[in-house]
């Protein structure tokens, strides 16, 4: 497709989004020299240039208040880990939670809402295991589904803090 609009000029560069872990697009716009900015994710190799923000921080963050709400169960409903952003994300959950000695799950779902409410319900309703006491999510739709304040009139918690918090 790229190889196509370039040299049918019906381009004079790209805006590429979704960075993908070894993303083959890079090295396919690379090699045609088709002018291209990453969006959303740097190219470690810095084959192409590209505008992005380190979300590990913000996740980091996220983490270490959960924490001192009193959660020491957190789950992490997630995208699809081919992603850059996902992988990032979810690697920053871990790293966190490890440092601070908290239960953590992750659960990877395709980005639509309804994935995210399934994924949601499973880990709050398991039978096997306790819920976490909080749950953050990837997804900018989700708040609503995956706050489990609205799922703990059916998921009874024993919280030291409020039932869930979803940030």
């Not at 020299?33 to 963050?61: I, N, Q, T």
């Not at 959660?71 to 440092?99: I, N, P």
């Amino acid at each position: 497709m790229y190889r196509r609009w370039w040299a049918e000029r019906r381009v004079d560069g790209i805006l590429m989004v979704d960075l993908r872990t070894n993303d083959p697009r890079v090295e396919e716009l690379r090699r045609l020299g088709l002018p291209a900015v990453v969006v959303g994710g740097p190219v470690r190799d810095d084959g192409l240039p590209s505008a992005w923000h380190d979300e590990a921080p913000v996740v980091a963050d996220v983490v270490r208040y959960l924490a001192t709400l009193g959660h020491t169960r957190v789950a992490r409903v997630a995208g699809l880990g081919e992603f850059v952003h996902t992988a990032t994300r979810t690697a920053a959950f871990l790293d966190v939670t490890s440092e601070l000695g908290l239960a953590a799950e992750v659960v990877e779902t395709d980005f639509e809402p309804e994935s995210g409410a399934r994924a949601t319900r499973k880990l709050l309703s398991s039978p096997s295991r306790r819920p976490p006491s909080s749950t953050t999510a990837t997804c900018s739709r989700s708040p609503a589904w995956a706050s489990p304040t609205r799922w703990a009139s059916r998921f009874p918690t024993t919280s030291r803090s409020s039932p869930g918090t979803t940030l």
